[in-house]
């Protein structure tokens, strides 16, 4: 809604439709190349706004064959670890994570990649440091002190190389959840990387030391 606003006065000019002209780094162009000039330039100090509500659809629960639309939208994502295992000790690091994505339809590319990259963050630190710990549903650690967290030095670069646009028909312009996916897939990732290291089967999170040591003997 905002794009059409800012879009339709130069779309006017040209004597062409929006949907010709597109929006990248901050500039505008258009199909053959005849219009280019950026956002601000567009905007010319107007405030542009728009409203919208979304009312997913309903769902309901699977029956006793596992079927029914019981989720509003599914999101798919692909994650490769590559990991340096000492196998003497057990010690585990973590060097190169890549991820390539369904998100839907990107609404925000600097927010999206921002959100896959803490999703892939906390699986890392799911995979190897964190350890929740409960009993009849009551977290049994009383503060962080005693829960390790992750830090800027356990996470490697991340490399997002593919982002899939599969839009979701009944989601807001599509877009599909980003941060939550690669919380799934990261753990799982850096457990099958540390099995391709070791040989030796990695069959509970976050892995413990002894689990990636290796008996030479």
């Known amino acids: ?27 505008i162009t258009s199909y053959d190349g005849v219009l280019s000039t950026t956002v601000e330039e567009a905007l010319e ?8 509500q979304c009312r997913p659809h309903p769902t309901e629960p699977l029956d006793e064959t596992g079927q029914g639309d019981a989720f ?28 390539a994505q369904d998100v839907g339809r990107i609404l925000n590319p600097r927010q999206l990649r ?30 962080l002190t005693g829960y390790a967290l992750p830090t800027a030095l356990d996470v490697p670069d991340i490399r997002i190389v593919k982002l899939v646009e599969e839009r979701d028909v009944v989601a807001p312009f599509g877009a599909k959840p980003v941060s939550a996916v690669p919380v799934v897939t990261s753990p799982a990732a850096v457990a099958a990387a540390v099995r391709a290291a070791t040989g030796r089967p990695v069959n509970r999170l976050p892995i413990r030391p002894q689990a990636a040591v290796v008996n030479r003997t």
């Open 114 to 143: 921002a959100r896959i990259e803490a999703g892939v963050a906390q699986g890392i630190g799911a995979a190897l440091t964190e350890n929740l710990r409960t009993s009849r549903g009551v977290v049994r650690h009383p503060d």
């Open 45 to 52: 100090g107007k405030e542009l706004w728009a409203t919208a």
């Open 72 to 99: 509003v939208g599914l999101a798919y994502c692909a994650v490769r670890a590559v990991v340096d295992v000492d196998i003497e000790i057990g010690a585990v690091r973590v060097v190169d994570m890549t991820v």
């Open 1 to 27: 809604m905002v794009r059409t606003q800012l879009l339709q006065p130069l779309a006017h000019t040209f004597g062409m439709s929006t949907e010709l002209l597109s929006i990248a780094d901050g500039k």
